[in-house]
C-alpha cells in the first residue's frame, strides 16, 4: 500500500471509479467514437522512455502497479523532493532506473515465452517485496494457506449453481424496494463526506449529482480545491488542483471511460440487468467478513468484465470489483457498499457508504442527506473547469 502522496494523484483521477461500480479486464481496443484523444504520457511529463503512448491515467495506473507489487510508496522510487513539487518526479534515481530495466525484461520474458501476453508481470515476482524470493519457505509450505482474497475468485465448472444471475438481480431489486420505485428514481443530488489518502484522511465534504441513465459527477471538496470526476453519458473526465494531480484535467478512454459509465449507470440501481451483458455464475462459494454472498459477473458495451457480489441474506450489493489494463499488467479496483439507507419518499434503497479501494490508495464516502428527482443543469455532467 502506500503512503499519502500516491493516493492524492490516484484518488483524482480515478475517482470516478471510486463513485460505485466496477468494470474489468478487457481490451483496451479502439476509443469509443465520442471520445476525446486522451493526454499521452509523454506529453505530460518530462522524461519518460520506457512507458510512452499511454493516456496520463493510464500511466499513473502503472505507477500504482508498481507501487502494489513492490509495497513501495511513490517517493521510495521517486526523490524525496517529489512529494513537494510534481516536477521532481522526473529526477533520476537509482531505483528509477532499475525499474526501468526491469519492465524491459518483463516485456523480454512475454514476448519471448507467452506470445507478448502479460502473464509475467511485476507482481509475479514481487508479491509486494522489494527483492523477489529465490529460496522456498518451509515456513510458508508447512502453513495454513491464507483465506482466498474474495477479489480473485472466479466461475468453476465444479460449481453447482442454485440460482441463475438472473434470480440474484431480481432478489437485489427486490431488496432495494422493487423494480416499481426504483424507476421513480431519476435524478438525484447527494451531499456527504469523503476521506482518503488524499484528503490526508481528514473528512471533507463531498457533492454528488446523478440523473439516469447514465449522467453522474462528483465533487470532493479537497482543502486545496475541487476534485471532479464528471459522465456526461458519453464522455468522462477528471479534474483535481495542482497539488493533488499532476494534469489537472483529464479525459478519460478506455477502461477508465467505461468505469465513468459504469458508475453512473449504477447511480440507479433498478437498470442493473440492462447495464451488463454476458452474466456469468458458477464462481464458488464464498463469506466476506462472515457473511455469504453470491458472486456474478457480467461485460460492459466495451468488453471489460465486473464481478458483481451480493450478501446471501440481505440480497444487497455489497462489492464489486473491476480491472484496468496497465502498460504493465492488470490492476484491481474494488467498491465495498454498506449502509443502504431510504431515498426519501421514494420506498427504495441505495448504498449511503461506499469504499473504494485500488492500486495505491483507498477512499469512502459516506452520504448524509440525499434529494431525489431534482432537476440538474447538464453542464454539471459535461466537461468540468479544473479549479
Ligand atoms: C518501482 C518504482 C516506482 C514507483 C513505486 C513509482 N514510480 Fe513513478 N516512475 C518510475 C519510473 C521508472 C518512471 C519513468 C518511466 C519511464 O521512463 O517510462 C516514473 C515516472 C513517473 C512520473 C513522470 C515524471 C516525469 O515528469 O518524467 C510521474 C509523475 C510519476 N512517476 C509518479 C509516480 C507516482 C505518483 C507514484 C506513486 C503512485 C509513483 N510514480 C511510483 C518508477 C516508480
Ligand atoms: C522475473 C522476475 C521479475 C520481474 C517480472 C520483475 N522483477 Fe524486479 N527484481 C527481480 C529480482 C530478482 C530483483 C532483485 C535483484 C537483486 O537482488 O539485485 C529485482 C529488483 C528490482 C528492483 C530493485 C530493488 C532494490 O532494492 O534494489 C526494482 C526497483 C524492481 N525490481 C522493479 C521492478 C518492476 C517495476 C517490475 C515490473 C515492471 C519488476 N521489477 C519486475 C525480479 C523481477
Redo the contacts with the bound molecule.
Sequence with gaps: MSGRRSGLWLAGLLTLSLLGATVARGQAGPAAPAAQKPLLSEQAFKDVRELRGIPVKEFMETMGF?SA??ALNCSD?HSEASGASWARYADETP?KQ??RA??R??NA?NKTNFGGAPF???F???RGS???K?IPSLALQYSVPPDEDPDEIAPHPAVRVTMTADQILDRYIQAIGGAAAAARLTSYTAKGTYEGFDSDFEQVPVEIYARAPDMRATVIKMRGGDVITTHDGREAWAAGPQDLTPVTLISLVGESLDGARLDAQLSFPGQIKQILTDWRTGFPPLTIDDRAVDVIDGRTARGSRVKLYFDKATGFLVRSVRYSRTA?GTVPITVVYSNYSDVPGLGMKLPFTFQVTWTNGRGTYTLTSLQPNVAIDAARFGRPTPP
Design positions: 508498481f507489487s513492490l522510487c531505483l532499475k525499474s526491469m519492465i525484461m518483463m520474458i509475467v508481470t511485476c509475479t515476482c514481487h522489494q527483492r523477489p529465490a504493465v
